[in-house]
């Protein structure tokens, strides 16, 4: 398994950015599907954003393309989530993922996330209005 700390949440007023950061360590296979999910208060995790590390195809929630970016600093072992134009309904907590994947299994990261096997222990995220 790979180990993951979140960190970088906080508090924002809506219209608002904050960026998340992954540290990764423990990598053994050459392709993995990384990505960022969430918990609302009352709702079930969903996904946010994935990328693929072997082509850094990316992939997003409806919810918030346009306003997400998922990145990753190879050379940190280092996943992203810059977020802007912040909403109350982004509030949460944030949770980032891997998993030892095919290029397939990541484009469907969110109905997916069952099988992730790593996951950090979250970053809370609360956006005020």
């Known amino acids: 398994q790979v180990q993951l700390v979140e960190s970088g949440g906080g508090s924002v007023q809506a219209g608002g950015s904050l960026r998340l950061s992954c540290a990764a360590s423990?990598?053994?296979?050459?392709?993995?599907?990384v990505g960022w999910f969430r918990r609302a208060p009352g709702k079930e995790r969903e996904g946010v954003a994935a990328?693929?590390?072997?082509?850094?195809?990316?992939f997003y929630a409806d919810s918030v393309k346009g306003r997400f970016t998922i990145s990753r600093d190879n050379a940190k072992n280092t996943l992203y989530l810059q977020m802007n134009s912040l909403n109350p309904e982004d509030t949460g907590m944030y949770y980032c993922?891997?998993?030892?994947?095919?290029?397939?299994?990541?484009?469907?990261?969110?109905?997916?996330?069952?099988?992730?096997?790593?996951w950090g222990q979250g970053t809370q995220v609360t956006v005020s209005s």
């Open positions: 990328i693929y590390t072997t082509n850094s195809t990316t």
């Open positions: 423990g990598y053994t296979y050459s392709h993995y599907c």
């Open positions: 993922a891997a998993q030892a994947s095919t290029y397939g299994f990541c484009i469907s990261f969110s109905r997916r996330q069952a099988d992730f096997d790593s």
